[in-house]
């Protein structure tokens, strides 16, 4: 049996404002707990919530980013649940009337094959305060505690149409939001301080059908390996599940990374349950044109509009000017580098070739490449006017990335400048044929294979200098004899 899976995701991202979403306490991370907590967000009696401009207005560009129709009006809401770290019994949130409402992204796969993914909406919520267990114990012997500096930090829950098709394509869309969130300077999107946090949504249908199956939610994932592992994970349970002739049970699952498996929490609470209501503490947010324009101004070039700028102005493929728009500080350095050495193809080919392996395998951001703009610039010049070929170069990046100076200081102290000169690569040539009578035969004969044997004594006497299109054509000449 062919099973689909459908996935949708819900991403909290929190919003880099300074201070809570409706008190002036502090949001920055770190600090002793409870002591960036106020009595708004303890939750004592008599305390009014006040709305953080600052995080209207990220949520605004979010929207204006995924091309979404921003709200006019919008509601917060009371989700009303128990739980020891939430003092007030409930979380403000929205729920009818979101900020942002439906948009899209585009996401680039692997094969290069790209997918527009819609995004049903965003709205503006608070976060909850954090249980910290002792010695990671809770219950007998341990003790449980409540840090509360959390709590009412402000978070943009972002909301995916259930178009995701494999895990693969999840994590893309997860990795595009993530990519947004911080291009556009809205939230850091730490996922280590939990400032970037998936919910998947799964289920499984037959190939070809169109109703959707009944699907599992898996809480709180805070990586891109995590929520890849936890959907390949929960797309074998289910199957199981399918196959055996049972049914899946709506749930809200938990990835533990440890034993690479999904666990079921609870049952899935429906909306009901939450007594939804209109907060009445609050006013609707009502944002006028002006304030939406000045938050759309404010915007830098997006990544997708920047994508295609690339593959327009540069005939780069979606796969090498996704890659090139990873992140602004990467978008930065291809674009430096591309004006430097005049060469826009080349910096893109360098930049995405021997630059991101070698930051993958070193496991570093663009920002903290060893080779800079400028340096790989002068590299690619070098190759421009022939004083290296492209085999070489290879090897002066090398030396650059290992701290050895620029191309130019690697080409000279190496001495690896290429040979130009006619008459030295036609010696070595000469040399090379009286050596080798029997290859010289066989080559007239018609064996054509052997042209390449030539091609690689020379390079091999030249240590890789000889420029390769004056051997090619020395060495037809000479061979013809
Ligand atoms: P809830 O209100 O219970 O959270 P939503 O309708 O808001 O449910 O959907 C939450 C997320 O689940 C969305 O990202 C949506 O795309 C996804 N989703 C909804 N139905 C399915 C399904 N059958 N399979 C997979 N994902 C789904
Ligand atoms: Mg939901």
């Known amino acids: 049996m062919q099973w689909e899976p459908v996935i949708g995701l819900e991403i909290h991202t929190q919003l880099a404002t300074q201070s809570k979403i409706f008190s002036g306490a502090a949001t920055a991370f770190g600090a002793a707990p409870n002591t960036q907590a106020c009595a708004v967000d303890l939750g004592f009696p008599g305390v009014l919530p006040v709305l953080n401009e600052g995080a209207v207005r990220r949520a605004v560009q979010f929207g204006r980013a995924i091309g979404a129709e921003i709200a006019p009006r919008s509601v917060f809401a009371r989700k009303n649940y128990f739980y020891p770290d939430l003092p007030k019994g409930y979380q403000i949130s929205q729920y009818e009337l979101p900020i942002v409402g439906r948009g899209e992204v585009e996401i680039v796969l692997d094969d290069g094959s790209v997918k ?130 049972g049914t899946v049970i709506q749930e809200t699952r938990l990835y533990d990374a440890d034993k690479d498996e999904t666990r079921s929490m609870r049952t899935k609470e429906e909306a009901n ?29 997006l990544p997708d509009a920047m994508r295609h700028r690339f593959m327009d102005t540069y005939g780069l493929n979606d796969a090498d000017a996704a890659l090139l728009t990873s992140s602004r500080a990467m978008a930065g350095y291809f674009e430096q580098t591309a004006s430097l050495c005049g060469e826009a193809r080349q910096a893109a080919n360098w930049i995405t070739g021997a630059l991101a392996a070698a930051l993958n395998k070193a496991n570093l951001e663009i920002a903290a490449s060893p080779v800079d703009a400028a340096q790989l610039a002068g590299l690619i010049k070098r190759i421009q006017d022939n004083t290296i070929s492209g085999k070489i170069a290879k090897q002066v990046f090398e030396a650059m990335w290992a701290g050895e100076g620029a191309a130019d200081q690697v080409i000279a102290a190496k001495g690896l400048e290429q040979i130009t000169d006619t008459g030295a690569i036609e010696a070595m040539i000469d040399a090379i044929i009286a050596a080798n009578p029997q290859q010289v035969e066989q080559y007239r004969a018609g064996k054509e294979k052997v042209f390449g044997f030539f091609v690689g004594q020379v390079m091999k006497q030249s240590q890789g200098k000889a420029n390769p299109q004056q051997v090619n054509a020395l060495l037809r000449a000479k061979l013809k004899g």
């Open 273 to 301: 349950d939450y007594r939804y209501f209109p907060d009445p503490d609050l006013l609707p947010v009502e944002l006028d044109d002006a304030f939406i324009a000045q938050a759309t101004e404010d915007l830098p070039e």
């Open 116 to 245: 527009t993914i819609g995004i049903t909406r965003a709205h503006l919520e608070e976060d909850a305060g954090k249980s910290v267990h002792e010695d990671g114990r809770s219950g007998a012997g341990g003790m449980t505690g409540i840090d509360l500096n959390r709590a009412g930090t402000p978070l943009l829950e972002i909301v995916s149409e259930p178009d995701l098709r494999s895990p693969a394509e999840a994590v893309a869309y997860a990795r595009k939001i993530h990519q947004l969130v911080r291009w556009i300077g809205i939230s850091d999107g730490n996922m280590q301080e939990g400032s970037f946090r998936v919910d998947a949504n799964i289920s499984l249908r037959r190939k070809g059908e169109e109703r959707f199956g009944t699907r599992t939610e898996i809480k709180n994932i805070n990586s891109f390996r995590f929520l890849q592992k936890a959907l390949e994970f929960e797309i074998e349970r289910q199957t199981d599940v399918l196959e055996n002739g």
